[in-house]
């Protein structure tokens, strides 16, 4: 599995930005695809994930309602909708897959991996 996110940049503090990430390679129907973000000198957290067969979703408590994970499976593509965004929200963030057919938002679960997009937030 390859991935490639896009859509990272800088916005002022309570501004808006949609994350893509293509996928592309062995794009398994049952796979389970998140987002992660890790800013300097923190360990990478989980965002928000969902279940590429089912379309089940879960994110964390952080960013709930503000952020929407989806996906376009015809476009092999996964989205993070990201409103309101805040300065302490700035971090690099991170689509990856994973081969488990359970939600998860655990880093450690996820063997595939983008480069990543970052995103600015000002305050």
């Known amino acids: 599995v390859q991935l490639a996110e896009s859509g990272g940049g800088s916005v002022q503090a309570g501004e808006s930005l949609r994350l893509s990430c293509a996928a592309s390679?062995?794009?398994?129907?049952?796979?389970?695809m998140g987002w992660f973000r890790q800013a300097p000198g923190q360990e990478r957290e989980g965002v928000a994930a969902?279940?590429?067969?089912?379309?089940?979703?879960d994110d964390a408590d952080s960013v709930k309602g503000r952020f929407t994970i989806s996906q376009d499976n015809a476009k092999n593509t996964l989205y993070l909708q990201m409103n309101s965004l805040k300065p302490e929200e700035n971090a690099m963030y991170y689509c990856?897959?994973?081969?488990?057919?359970?939600?998860?938002?655990?880093?450690?679960?996820?063997?595939?991996w983008g480069e990543g997009t970052q995103v600015s937030v000002s305050s």
């Open positions: 390679g062995s794009t398994y129907r049952r796979y389970c």
């Open positions: 969902i279940l590429r067969g089912s379309g089940s979703t």
């Open positions: 990856a897959a994973s081969p488990r057919t359970a939600i998860s938002m655990r880093p450690m679960d996820f063997g595939y």
